[in-house]
């Protein structure tokens, strides 16, 4: 992580704020908009001055949360074709959106109050969801194990729709099974 100055953060303040980041995503989708900060720098372990130093404002918190569970979704995907073959990374990443869903689902009412704000954390998520759709299907296909006349467009679909009727925590074992049985329709030896 590069701060505005252009250098890098030490890395004990990245540490830092990646606690910081966690403990709100997590704690925003318990508590809701109304969670107060200081509870937040608490469950990261450090102070509120860390807190209010790498994000000034609830906005900046919400939407540095919001972002940072992005990116970990999206910068996992050649994480997981280097670690596994193809079709099973395309499964892993599928079990990762929904836990990406899930905590955007919990954090629901603080990303809406952003919006409502004027400040849009959902600038750039489609782009960057497809790219990372786009490699998984594409190794999977080049590989032969994901049929090519399946897009990323309907797959983030299926997803999306899975993540809206399954994507809570208590329901976890059914949208494992549905992942499973999308994974079953995209197949080449599909039975």
Not at 14 to 40: C, M, P, T, W, Y
Not at 162 to 180: C, F, N, V
């Amino acid at each position: 992580m590069v701060r505005e100055t252009g250098r890098p953060l030490r890395a004990d303040a990245q540490r830092n704020r990646d606690k910081i980041l966690s403990a709100a995503v997590r704690v925003f989708a318990d508590e809701g908009l109304e969670a107060h900060l200081e509870r937040i720098a608490k469950e990261a372990g450090v102070g509120s001055g860390t807190l209010y130093r790498n994000f000034p404002t609830r906005e900046a918190l919400i939407e540095a949360a919001y972002r940072n569970e992005l990116v970990r979704l999206c910068d996992a995907a050649p994480d997981l074709l280097a670690a596994l073959a193809p079709r099973e990374a395309l499964r892993a990443w599928m079990g990762r959106f929904i836990d990406y869903a899930t905590a955007k689902l919990g954090m629901a009412d603080a990303l809406r109050a952003l919006v409502e704000s004027g400040v849009n954390p959902y600038a750039r998520s489609h782009e960057m969801m497809t790219a990372a759709l786009t490699s998984l299907m594409s190794a999977g296909v080049e590989a032969g194990t994901v049929r090519s006349d399946i897009g990323p467009a309907d797959m983030f679909a299926a997803l999306t729709g899975i993540a809206l009727t399954s994507g809570k925590p208590e329901q976890r074992e059914q949208a494992e099974r549905l992942l499973d049985l999308t994974l079953d329709g995209l197949s080449t030896d599909r039975r």
